[in-house]
């Protein structure tokens, strides 16, 4: 089992920062991804950014690349979100996942193939 705790959500006005960070404990894999995503009220859950551990590769969604940065902390097991340049739209709850994958191939971007979910930070935008 592997525990997820989102922590550093607030309030902040259009073109502030913000950086959410992840921390993880429990079991640990030697394959993995630590992914964020984001759920705006009556809106699907939606892929944010994610980073495959093993070699440090970085995936982003359209919407947030150039603005958002994934990074990560070996000792700590703690992956960090940079948020720049925040928009009203970008408003919602913010999720740390975590995917573990035993093969040579992974889906660093798909919602379902995630098995480990935190209890989501709010991060509100104000215009």
């Known amino acids: 089992q592997v525990h997820l705790v989102e922590s550093g959500g607030g309030l902040v006005q259009a073109g502030g920062s913000l950086r959410l960070s992840c921390a993880a404990s429990?079991?640990?894999?030697?394959?993995?991804?630590m992914g964020w995503f984001r759920q705006a009220p009556g809106k699907e859950r939606e892929f944010v950014a994610s980073l495959v551990w093993i070699n440090n590769f970085a995936y982003y969604s359209d919407s947030v690349k150039g603005r958002f940065t994934i990074s990560r902390d070996n000792a700590d097991a703690t992956v960090y979100l940079q948020m720049d340049s925040l928009k009203p739209q970008d408003t919602a709850v913010y999720y740390c996942?975590?995917?573990?994958?035993?093969?040579?191939?992974?889906?660093?971007?798909?919602?379902?193939?995630?098995?480990?979910w935190g209890q989501g930070t709010q991060v509100t935008v104000s215009s």
């Open positions: 996942a975590a995917q573990i994958y035993s093969g040579t191939t992974y889906t660093p971007m798909r919602r379902d193939r995630y098995n480990y």
């Open positions: 429990g079991r640990t894999y030697s394959k993995y991804i």
